[in-house]
Each structure stands twice: as structure tokens, then as C-alpha cells.
């Protein structure tokens, strides 16, 4: 803006006749409309006028082409001031429409405890633009009668439609942990009510509104670990320094893929896991594992040095990551990235006295 004025200036006191500098001083105007407050680009346009009526007198110009200068001057600052307007309404819009759509994540997907019986817990989401705000990550940790059961997926999709498939998915998760006697009881039962979600919405969206996820269940002295992985990025187990890549035994398909007959028949393949003492599980979302680098290079926390020390907190051990990623990838990331942490205590804590963790 103030580039253009001050080359408008010289243009119209040195430029030959007939060539001025008016085209440059109208534009200052509408460069204040689209960057700066309504008042403070009243003030550019009434600098203007008057600039363009000062330079209009110095080089004598007559009384016609000034007005026509002052006319057409004024009408764009007019111009820019209603632009103003109109891009300020629609900041206001849109800020609305992303308070409302992280207020509905939010209701959907709220933080776990930082306690749930023998663990520490921790969570942190990232978006992959920060101004949607609302993504198809989902994780959520339940205390249930069988022990402390766990689950991070990703919905196929983006969006308010992606939301609504969490919404189901943490729904189900919630309702069968507390009923299914085992965890493959428990991955077949998701399975079902995904699938018959995604078949509602038609014979298309059956085939491809598809979960991946990890579940895992804690024993209640918090020592075993059992792990299904449906298609899902593998967890990691962090203790003494080191991180170990906890693959399945068996790759199984994401949830929800309705596949019928065509499933591997029986249970769900469980493995299982010894959890130190102090050790944790730490389980992410593919905007972990497939962000890049500029030279197009996957993260891989197992052989980041920033990740090879103790962890001693699992709210640390998320921020690490979540810094880490973010270097990596120079803080432009691909995809939502979503960190659920769990630490094996010695005893537990109770859960009324813990206060959630915060969003990344």
C-alpha cells in the first residue's frame, strides 16, 4: 500500500505529460481494504483524495480532469471500503463455522482422564490445516471390567462426514467395551456396527467407509497387553530409551469393510505383549507415519534420536513426538495427526482427581 502510494506520488510529479500516477494512488485504497481495519482504510482513502487533489494543483492541472481524478479516486476507495466489509463479515463467518466444528470434535472426541487405572494417559491431536480444525482421527481409553481398554483409528473421509463416523465408531467402542468379554469379541462387535454404518449410507460408501484401528486392553495390575490391529499403523512400546515397533501377527483388514464371506474367518488374531513397569504404549495416527520430509522421506520415530530417551510421562512423550513430526516436516503437515500415550504406573490413582489434557 504505502509502495504504491509513494510510486504514485513520484510517477505524477515526474512522469512526462500525459502519463500520472493515478492508477497506482487508486490502487493504495483497495490494498488497505483487503489488509487493514475499516477505520484505518478510511484514513488511506481520505489520504488519497487529498494527495490526488495536492498533485492534480501542482502541476496545474484544470479544474475538469481534478475532478475527474477526485471522482475517480473516491469511487474506488467507496469500492474498498465495502470490500473491507465483506472480507471482514466472512472472517467473522468462518471463524464462527470453525469454532462451531471444533465445539462438535470436541463433544465427539473429548480428551481421555490423565489416570485410568494403572496408567498415565496423554493425548494430542494436530490437524493437518490448522483452520479446519476437525478431522477423522479418533482415539478414546474406557476402564471396563476386564481392564483398561484403548482404541485409535482413522476414518476414511474428512470433514463433517468423517466426524459423523467417528461419532459411530467412538460410540460403539464405549458401549461393547464394557460388555465384551474379550478383545476379539470386542474388535468382531466394531466391526458389525461399522459395517452397518457405512452400508446405510448406500452400496458405494459400504465398501469404502472403512476404519482403520488398533485396540489394545490392559490387564488390571496394567503387566499384559493385548493388541488387534485392523489395518492400522503399528503402536510402539517405549521403555528404557528405545522404541519397538509392535507389529501384528497377522494383517487383518480395517473395520467396517463389509466384506462378508470374503473376511478371514474367526476371531480376530490377539497379541500379546508384556508391559513393564514404567514402559509405555504409544500409539498414533498415519499423520505420524507417512509424514515427509522435502526430500520425500517417511518419519520414523524408532530412529529419530530425539526419540531414543526416557520417557518417563506420557504427556512428555507426546509433546516429543509431536515437536519431532513437526521438524520432520518443516511444520507442514500432510494429514491430521493424532498421539494416545499410556505409562504403566505401579498403583492406581483415582480418575475424579485428574484433570484432562489439552489439544495440540
Not at 91 to 110: C, I, N, S, Y
Not at 281 to 297: C, I, K, Q, S
Request: net charge neutral; aromatic share 4%; charged share 20%.
Amino acid at each position: 500500500m504505502a509502495v504504491a502510494l509513494l510510486a504514485g506520488i513520484l510517477l505524477d510529479l515526474f512522469a512526462p505529460q500525459p502519463y500520472t500516477g493515478l492508477p497506482l494512488l487508486a490502487a493504495a485504497p483497495l490494498v488497505a481494504g483487503a489488509m487493514l481495519s475499516f477505520r484505518s482504510a478510511c484514513v488511506v482513502v481520505g489520504v488519497v483524495c487529498v494527495v490526488s487533489v495536492g498533485l492534480d494543483l501542482e502541476r496545474g492541472r484544470p479544474a475538469t480532469p481534478r475532478y475527474v481524478d477526485l471522482a475517480v479516486v473516491g469511487l474506488i476507495g467507496v469500492l474498498a471500503l465495502a470490500v473491507n466489509r465483506l472480507l471482514r463479515r466472512q472472517g467473522r463467518d468462518l471463524a464462527l463455522a470453525r469454532d462451531v466444528a471444533e465445539a462438535v470434535q470436541r463433544a465427539v472426541l473429548p480428551d481421555p482422564p490423565r489416570q485410568v487405572g494403572p496408567l498415565a494417559v496423554a493425548a494430542g491431536y494436530t490437524a493437518a490445516q490448522a483452520e479446519a480444525r476437525i478431522g477423522g482421527d479418533l482415539y478414546a481409553v474406557q476402564e471396563t471390567p476386564f481392564g483398561v481398554r484403548m482404541i485409535i483409528g482413522d476414518v476414511r473421509g474428512k470433514g463433517m462426514e468423517a466426524v459423523a463416523a467417528v461419532s459411530v465408531a467412538i460410540g460403539a467402542f464405549r458401549q461393547e467395551a464394557e460388555y465384551a468379554p474379550t478383545l476379539a469379541t470386542l474388535v468382531e462387535r466394531l466391526d458389525e456396527a461399522m459395517a452397518r454404518a457405512a452400508a446405510r449410507g448406500g452400496p458405494v460408501t459400504s465398501t469404502e467407509g472403512f476404519t482403520t484401528a488398533v485396540l489394545a486392553e490392559v490387564s488390571d495390575d496394567g503387566g499384559a497387553l493385548s493388541l488387534v490391529n485392523r489395518g492400522h499403523p503399528p503402536p510402539y512400546l517405549v521403555h528404557g530409551g528405545q522404541l519397538v515397533r509392535l507389529d501384528p501377527t497377522l494383517p487383518q483388514l480395517p473395520l467396517g469393510m463389509g466384506l462378508g464371506d470374503t473376511a478371514p474367518s474367526g476371531s480376530a488374531p490377539v497379541d500379546m505383549v508384556r508391559l513393564p513397569l514404567g514402559a509405555s504404549l504409544l500409539l498414533v495416527t498415519d499423520g505420524v507415519t507417512e509424514a515427509r520430509n522435502a526430500a520425500g522421506t517417511f518419519y520414523d520415530p524408532v530412529s529419530s534420536r530425539r526419540m531414543s530417551r526416557r520417557f518417563t510421562e506420557p504427556e512428555a512423550l507426546v509433546a516429543a513426538l509431536t515437536r519431532d513430526v513437526g521438524r520432520w516436516t518443516g511444520e507442514r503437515h500432510q494429514d491430521d495427526m493424532a498421539i494416545l500415550a499410556v505409562t504403566r504406573r505401579g498403583a492406581s490413582l483415582p480418575s475424579s482427581s485428574a484433570t484432562p489434557p489439552a489439544h495440540s
